[in-house]
């Protein structure tokens, strides 16, 4: 019964490869993020969709892309990853854009 | 000069303690204020939300705004060792995206 879940829990590979994360909702939410939270826990927006349409595109490198299904799913691809991508990566959900965020318990990446 | 200013911590202290926790913020129109609790290796989980100034009560913990001053705080009392991980404040104006705070770590000692 686990309201917004991410895979895989740990990713660890090498430099330049490319590599998927994946997050699921079951709370019936509209909206959905990607967050990156680096070692001194800071939490910074990537991404944000509603109804799957694209909300919020921060300055990221175009080598992350978010991907939609369906507003219960938001796919994480990265490609070409460096060393710098190494971060935890929460998945979050709320039920529009005003209300409080619940989130996944992350995917620590790390590149080798 | 960052939009929102927490103190990074860690802040110890002894079990049964009041304790404070703050944050500034630089941006006028912030008006939704959030306080979320960060277990280690966990995503942060929702303890309090707020809408404009004034105080919201739940329990042990009470969430104050205070919006002439720009400063928000959350008073957990009685503290015990399970509240022991990180606090992180987020806020957020009209157009309703987050702004966090780098978070505080809180060590309660038995």
């Known amino acids: 019964d686990t309201a917004v879940s991410q895979t895989p829990k740990y990713l660890v590979t090498q430099m330049g490869n490319d590599k998927s994360i994946k997050c699921e909702q079951n709370?019936?939410?509209?909206?959905m993020y990607w967050y990156k939270q680096d070692s001194k826990k800071f939490l910074k927006i990537m991404f944000s969709?509603?109804?799957?349409?694209?909300?919020i595109n921060e300055t990221v490198p175009n080598r992350f892309s978010p991907k939609s299904p369906d507003k219960a799913h938001l796919n994480l691809h990265i490609n070409s990853l460096e060393l710098g991508d190494s971060a935890v990566y929460f998945c979050?959900?709320?039920?529009?854009?005003?209300?409080?965020?619940?989130f996944g318990d992350g995917t620590r990446l790390s590149i080798l | 000069q960052k939009e929102v200013e927490q103190d990074p911590g860690p802040l110890s202290v002894p079990e049964g303690a009041i304790v404070s926790l703050n944050c500034t913020y630089s941006?006028?129109?912030?008006?939704?204020f959030m306080w979320y609790r960060q277990y280690s290796r966990k995503g942060p989980e929702l303890l309090m939300y707020?809408?404009s100034s004034g105080n919201k009560e739940d329990g042990r913990f009470t969430a104050q705004v205070d919006k002439s001053s720009k400063y928000i705080s959350l008073f957990i009392r009685d503290s015990q060792p399970s509240d022991s991980a990180t606090y992180l404040c987020?806020?957020?104006?009209?157009?309703?995206?987050?702004?966090w705070g780098a978070g505080t770590k809180l060590i309660i000692k038995p």
């Open positions: 941006n006028s129109a912030f008006q939704y």
């Open positions: 987020a806020m957020s104006g009209s157009n309703y995206q987050l702004i």
């Open positions: 969709y509603n109804n799957k349409e694209l909300i």
């Open positions: 707020t809408y």
């Open positions: 979050a959900s709320s039920q529009n854009s005003n209300q409080p965020q619940h």
């Open positions: 709370l019936g939410h509209d909206t």
